[in-house]
């Protein structure tokens, strides 16, 4: 991993396409991005950075009165090689707070304010755009330190419900709601909740995402996983996955039948695909509920495994 560096300065504007200003610290909220600033919002671009190296070499230029945020950048580092980042990467800055690299680099299609006021415009070419995973309050000369996520002390995870009324906005959305309350309270980081009709096509193009581009660690789908004709999460699913564990699905069965003989009507699988697990849970939120809690127990094993811990997965003895 590249050495850490520190925050040199932090900015934020109140409109889009213009120069950001300096201010003291500013508060990042989880999914959404730096209160107050034009940026902030459910896209994958939620802050930016850029290196004061990067403007030093505009300053070279000809440029000596370039201030912190003239080229739009939330985040000014110093001594971090942004250059050195790839999408998905983590980022820890201060104590609390965890962005995850969403894009390096953008496409200006036209030449905007901060293009004009400076002659030059260094982001499309060095800035890194980022996820806010964990907030937190961030303050010029904290630490900015890369993650490497097999040493990380939390999960990534996101939550996928599949429904064809909530996707359309005719029911709330309670069952991903409940999931993210019980994997918050048990130390996982949600990324992302999704919501998607009842369609092979979307509900495969959402995990694909998640674990190829999120790269989380753990996927729950909530839906769709029984014997109507337009449940199709588990042949998503299978789609996604590489190799089946079976044994999280037979639990859960178990757990369910001891409750109501339509259990066995379950076509829930789990299953990995590269280092992410997959996991397909009932649709009503006290189904879900109580089938994240029979495996809930088997995660940070399970995960870790996945991580490449060495670990024996016996229990030890007392």
Known sequence: MPPAGRVKAVCVSDRKHEQKREVPSARLLPRWGIEGDAHAGFAHRQVSLLAEESVDEMRKKGLDDLKPGDFGENILTEGLDLSSLRVGDLLRVGSQ??????????????????????????????????????????????????LDR???????????????????????????????????????????????????????????????????????????????????????????????????????????LKKTPHAMLSRAICGIRGNTLIVNLPGSPTGA???????????PHGLSKLRGDPSECATPPS
């Open 97 to 146: 707070v965890i962005l995850q690299v969403s894009q390096v680099g953008k496409e200006c299609v036209d030449r905007c304010a901060i293009y004009y006021a400076a002659g030059d415009c260094v982001m499309p070419r060095e800035g890194v755009f980022a996820r806010v995973l964990r907030g937190g309050e961030v303050f010029p000369g904290d630490v900015i330190q890369p």
């Open 150 to 256: 097999r040493e990380s002390d939390f999960f990534l995870a996101a939550i996928l419900t599949v429904s064809d009324r909530s996707s359309r906005g005719e029911r709330e959305d309670l069952s991903g709601k409940v999931l993210e309350e019980v994997l918050e309270s048990s130390g996982f980081i949600v990324a992302e909740r999704e919501v998607v009709p009842d369609d092979l096509e979307a509900v495969t193009e959402a995990l694909l995402r998640f674990v190829d581009e999120l790269k989380v660690d753990l996927v729950l789908t909530t839906g769709g996983t029984g014997m109507s004709p337009r449940d199709i999460t588990p042949e998503a699913t299978l789609k996604v996955i590489q190799k089946q564990v079976p044994g999280m699905a037979e639990a859960m069965r178990a757990f369910s």
């Open 289 to 299: 509920r109580e089938n994240l809690g029979v495996i809930l127990p088997a995660l």
